[in-house]
């Protein structure tokens, strides 16, 4: 089982948790597992065709998985999946 | 039998060796350190390029913390070649191993027409003001000169603007520019430090001067009271060394990253979202750039801005000041920027995770083959907000 991280604006969906266990043997897996128990994210997390939104990062124990495999990125037991859009809270004035 | 300064002198140049002043010139950069045991005053009238300060009075309390490695070579001079005598000796009891003298000191390496360095006077004031810059080995006189002549950018005087700015202006940076065309409401005081309750409704341009100057009259504030767009982005930021970027729109962003690469100026990037924070330094072409990491932005619904979300106060007050601190490392040239990592900070937890950022080969900005295309004035088209690429290509400022 890998450890997801949730970032706050999904968190949500996931029923407020800040990460979540779930298995899978490669990234695409591990989403895949992710999208079933928690159906509303496969919209913000993958495009129609399946692959991964390219305004959501992925990292696999710190690496981002575009330059590793994508969603074929292995993922062994415990490592860290975290799931990172962009911030746009930059604060620099109300809106 | 008591001994007379000539023993003592001559006792310190059986012990120590001596070079000359063209055997120190000699030296590959790097390897070894050179330090100016001279008084301050000396010092100030020109000393060797590259050498340390650290007066004869204060040689045992400071040189553990200049050269940490005991073995490592060091040359000392004085004036006349005297004083380093007696210096080195202290090194070699505080079991130094490789320590030199160089004979003749400073006036001999004069004589000799070898290359100088004259530093930059700071007034008695500035010397006072910024005595814990100057006590540090890697900042020192040069450094805060540094500062002194840095200009530094500000796209919003807001939640991390204000703790940079402070911080900045109190260390000394020269100039601040600051891009805001904002007034102070009454919700901004609970982070934005820079503004004050007397000055609600006051344009925040304004209300950062007063509060920049008051703290260091030091530091010429520009005021930029314009909301930073494509016909102007150029002009706003063209002479600044590095800009902090507090901007809480996409847009912005994404015309800032643009504009700072190809002027070749690093971007201190940080946003912030209720009790998390993210932080990166983005140098041009030595790591990768705001459209490397996120290539196209988020639906509005996946990254809501503050005045909708909400924030910790303090999490913009920790994440401006850390912006500070890449600032300053990029204005003096010191340490390892965020250049390539991502750092996340979160508050509740209390933990700081870092993840490696590269830079994409097939990015529109800072590739290899955009830099070329820009050059030949036919910039890559960059995704527009909402469509790819492909549908509506979009070409910032157009062609030059």
């Not at chain 2, 100026?265 to 705001?290: D, K, W």
């Amino acid at each position: 089982m890998s450890v997801v991280k949730i970032p706050t604006v999904l968190r949500p969906q996931v029923g407020g948790n800040k990460e979540v266990e779930l298995g899978g043997a490669t990234v695409g897996e591990v989403v895949e597992a992710l999208t079933a128990a928690y159906p509303s994210l496969r919209t913000q997390l993958l495009t129609d065709d399946g692959s991964l939104n390219r305004f959501v990062n992925v990292y696999v124990n710190g690496q981002d998985v575009r330059y590793l495999d994508g969603l074929a990125t292995t993922v062994a037991d415990r490592d860290e999946v975290r799931l990172l859009p962009a911030m746009a809270g930059g604060e620099g004035r109300e809106r | 039998m008591p001994k007379t300064y000539a023993d003592l002198l001559r006792e310190a140049r059986s012990q120590i060796r001596e070079v000359t002043p063209q055997d120190v010139d000699a030296l590959p950069g790097g390897g070894t350190t050179v330090i100016d045991v001279r008084e301050d005053s000396e010092w100030d009238q020109g000393h060797l390029p590259g050498a340390l300060h650290i007066s004869k009075s204060y040689v045992e309390q400071q040189i553990e913390g200049a050269v940490p490695d005991r073995d490592a070579p060091v040359v000392l001079y004085c004036a006349g070649g005297v004083r380093s005598l007696f210096a080195a000796q202290t090194l070699e009891q505080l079991g130094y191993s490789n320590v030199a003298s160089m004979s003749g000191g400073f006036q001999a390496w004069k004589s000799a027409g070898l290359p100088w360095d004259k530093p930059v006077s700071l007034t008695q004031e500035q010397k006072q003001r910024y005595s814990r810059h100057l006590l540090i080995p890697e900042v020192g006189a040069e450094g805060q000169a540094k500062l002194l002549q840095s200009k530094a950018l500000f796209i919003g005087a807001g939640g991390l603007g204000s703790p940079a700015a402070l911080y900045l202006a109190a260390a000394g940076v020269g100039t601040i520019g600051i891009v805001d065309f904002d007034v102070v409401d009454l919700s901004n005081l609970q982070r934005q430090i820079l503004h004050t309750n007397d000055r609600v409704g006051e344009r925040k341009v304004e209300s950062a001067r007063k509060t920049i100057t008051a703290l260091n009259p030091d530091v010429n504030v520009v005021t930029h009271e314009e909301m930073l767009v494509a016909d102007n982005v150029d002009r706003i930021i063209t002479g600044y060394d590095v800009v902090i970027d507090g901007t809480d729109t996409f847009e912005t962003r994404y015309l800032l990253n643009d504009a700072a690469v190809a002027k070749g100026i690093p971007v201190i990037h940080a946003s912030v979202f209720r009790f998390e924070g993210q932080l990166t330094t983005f140098i041009p072409f030595e790591g990768p750039c705001y459209r490397c990491l996120y290539p196209t932005p988020p639906p509005p619904e996946l990254a809501p801005g503050c005045s909708v979300a909400g924030v910790l106060g303090v999490v913009p007050g920790i994440m401006g000041m850390l912006q500070a601190n890449e600032a300053l490392k990029v204005l003096i040239g010191i340490g390892d920027t965020l250049a390539g990592r991502l750092l996340l900070f979160d508050a509740l937890d209390a933990t700081f995770t870092e993840l490696k950022l590269r830079r994409d080969p097939a990015c529109p900005v800072c590739s290899t083959e955009a830099v070329a295309a820009r050059a030949e004035g036919h910039p890559l088209p960059v995704p527009v907000f909402g469509a790819p690429a492909a549908e509506q290509p979009f070409v910032l400022g157009g062609p030059a």
